[in-house]
């Protein structure tokens, strides 16, 4: 079986696993839901770092079940199904830099401290999602996929925070803006590793299925 779907033993396990399903699943609703109660703390708090990490909530959450559907898929449609999601994070980034950029031209005042409480519950919402994606963050492109959005989103959160409290004390919107341009930053980092590891797995399962064509003899 696992010569047949183009993955080691130990990724097959990943993917029959309920845990694995069931981690997923919980990454979904987590980020879904937290998603849209952010969007709007961002809105509420004039805040573009948040509504930065309120997007990359709710891209997480639809990537991330695009990884639910890809599982059982063959290690190449595994393979572009990860580089959707890298391309995903890609335009996620150009966007956000697109509003931070209009932002920067129009400094309007922040609310530092209801961006700090929603920054902060986002912090917790991550760390509660990662929890469970903490035993499979080593298996193919598709999987580290679902990992690294979790693990980039806690990173943002504290960036968020500490910008709140920047602004709190300096009473400027750089903090902010700075911060946006910092998730930015990660998501094209992010996009970037996924997108390497979906091409390796790609020219794996492409050798795997030129090396099982057997020559017909004349």
């Not at 694995?20 to 703390?41: D, M, S, T």
């Amino acid at each position: 079986m696992a010569d047949d779907c183009g993955c080691s033993a130990d990724e097959e396990l990943i993917e029959k696993s309920p845990g694995y399903r069931r981690a997923l699943w919980i990454v979904v609703v987590l980020n879904v839901g937290y998603g849209l109660i952010e969007l709007f703390g961002g809105y509420f708090s004039n805040s573009q770092a948040l509504k930065a990490d309120a997007l990359d909530f709710l891209g997480d959450g639809s990537i991330t079940f695009i990884a639910i559907l890809a599982i059982g898929w063959s290690l190449a449609w595994r393979a572009r199904a990860a580089a959707l999601q890298g391309a995903f994070l890609c335009v996620m980034a150009i966007w956000i830099l697109y509003e931070t950029v209009n932002r920067i031209l129009d400094q309007s005042a922040v609310e530092p401290f209801a961006m700090g409480a929603f920054a902060l519950g986002a912090l917790i919402v991550n760390l509660v999602a990662i929890v469970p994606l903490l035993p499979y963050r080593d298996g193919d492109a598709n999987v580290r996929a679902v990992w690294l959005f979790s693990r980039n989103d806690a990173i943002g959160n504290v960036a968020v925070l500490i910008a709140a409290g920047l602004v709190a004390l300096t009473g400027a919107p750089w903090p902010d803006l700075v911060v946006a341009l910092i998730i930015v930053g990660i998501f094209l980092h992010s996009a970037w590793g996924i997108l390497t590891q979906a091409r390796r797995d790609l020219r794996q399962a492409n050798a795997s299925a030129a090396s099982q064509q057997v020559p017909s003899e004349s």
